[in-house]
């Protein structure tokens, strides 16, 4: 059988290597290996469990406010601190923030490439682009000139030799099958999103002070203040400031990601056949009105979709997750083939294959830098899919509704959620939901600050002295990427022991010991590739993701150089 290797997969966060092999002009099977290494958990040993999350934040360079908060719950958890109402609302809106930001600059800039052929809108008429586009929405910028400025400007890049993060993509390639008006179009949106995003990340700024690496988390609440009267407090004007950005937020959204989203799928219904993983799905759930972390206070449900069936949810319990490292460079000191809660996790690094740059991976023994975490020894797909099939299954109306709106313009049957079409469209279902509810977070703050209360943080058990002698806790959060927790031990005051299980780890790990894929391995299997030599098709899923390896591991070998090959045998 033909073997294809893409290193590095690009467009994502970290170094992601996938080899695929074919059978004809499919996949047959798959691998996924992560060439970095984390060690941040070892460097937070010995540390005080308080500043935690300044370190947890540098795992990414995106993604950054989702840990935060899960290592602040998890020190949160384990000393029984409850934290004051508004410092929920606050952490609420920052995190939202972060999930609709995330998923818009996924979706045009890390994923759009793979559906839209951005030199095809050369060839476009501007007129019917603009009457494209204001069939789909009443937004402003859809005038024949606007679009007839985007394509000049595009056709600027092409002239000069200059195509910047348009160089690489696989243009031409027989499997696009936009019309050229709709490429221009959304390549007009994949411009304008660079610009959008620059509001959207103004509402980090005021309230954590900084974009990426916000400032103002604390155990025990938020560091920044509330008062009326003070120009560098959280005040009326900087209510008001927010208001107005979430609301351009909003309107983004609603007038723009979703109509194209709708656009660009209604030409890809196929592959609401491709992609399905591993038919397990579980969500940690979020946005709480306490951080008692029960499932009655979350606003996005927290449970798990097994073999794809939707007409059960079943509940989710931390105590059953576990990591294997049998395919991992990694040792346990209980040898191989059993898997160790977070609580007992071991980093302990083996490294034995061979030194980029290889050609091919032993995937018959270990082959990747991330670990293999299961929940009750089952493979888990998590992120918006799995958060959107748990919602929708939970009976959550926001959801319900707009998953039912989608699937009837896109005229599919439930089925198609289980798929790379469904895993893009549930983001794109996510984002909407969660930038509507984001004003009635804003609003419920805004009515405590009325009523008097001020309150952002518990001081009660902030003093050490007051902690027991062995703690240990659980962080979680539902992060653009999907379930994160963070797990702490602590003993006289110190870190004893840290591990994070994220998102990109469900995702992207390797076998387990019974041999079972991981989903980005699972989701591979039987994609038909068109060309070999540029599998367009392999990205196409893999990025309906939105892999973070840097999350999942740290190392870079200088040696290895960063050029992106792909090799067909």
Partial sequence: MAKIVIDPLTRIEGHLRIEAELNGNRVADAWSSSTMFRGIEKILEGRDPRDAWVFTQRFCGVCTTVHAIASIRSVENALGIRIPPNAELIRNIIMGVQNVHDHVIHFYHLHALDWVDMTSGLKADPAKTSALAASLSDWPLNSPTYFKGVQDRLGAFVKGGR??????????????????E?????????????????????????????????????????????DPDSPTALNADKLAEIRGLLAKTRDFVEKVYIPDLIAVASHYKEWAGIGAS??????????????????ETLWMPRGMILNNDLSRVHPVDQEKISEYVDHSWYDYAG?????LHPWDGETKWKYTGPKPPYEFLDTTAKYSWVKSPRYADL??????????????????GEIRRAVDAVLAKLQLGHEALFSTLGRTAARGIETLVIARKLPQWLDALVGNIRGGDLAVHNNEKWDPDTWPEEAKGYGWHEAPRGAL?????????????????????????????????????????????VDPKRPLEILRTIHSFDPCLACAVHLFDPDSGGAVTVKTL
């Avoid at 040898?335 to 898997?339: D, L, Q, R, V």
Wanted: glycine residues 12%; charged residues 15%; aromatic residues 10%.
């Fill in 335 to 339: 040898g191989t083939g059993k898997g």
């Fill in 182 to 226: 709709a490429n221009l179009m959304a390549t007009a949106h994949y411009l304008e999103a660079l610009e959008w995003q620059k509001d959207i990340i103004r509402i980090h700024a005021i309230l954590g002070s900084k974009n990426p690496h916000p400032q103002t988390f604390l155990v025990g609440g938020m560091a920044i203040t509330i």
């Fill in 163 to 180: 195509l910047g993060p348009f160089a690489n993509a696989y243009w031409g390639h027989p499997a696009y099958k936009l019309p050229a």
């Fill in 278 to 295: 591993v038919g397990n799905f579980m969500s940690y759930g979020d946005f709480p009105a306490d951080n008692s972390g029960k499932q």
């Fill in 379 to 396: 493979p888990m797909e998590v992120g918006p899919l799995a958060r959107c099939l748990v919602a929708y299954a939970s009976g959550h």
């Fill in 485 to 529: 927790g963070h797990w702490i031990r602590i003993r006289d005051k110190k870190i004893l022991n840290y591990q994070a299980v994220v998102p990109s780890t469900w995702l992207a790990g390797p076998r387990d010991a019974r041999g079972q894929r991981g989903p980005y391995e699972a989701a591979l299997v039987g994609t038909p590739i």
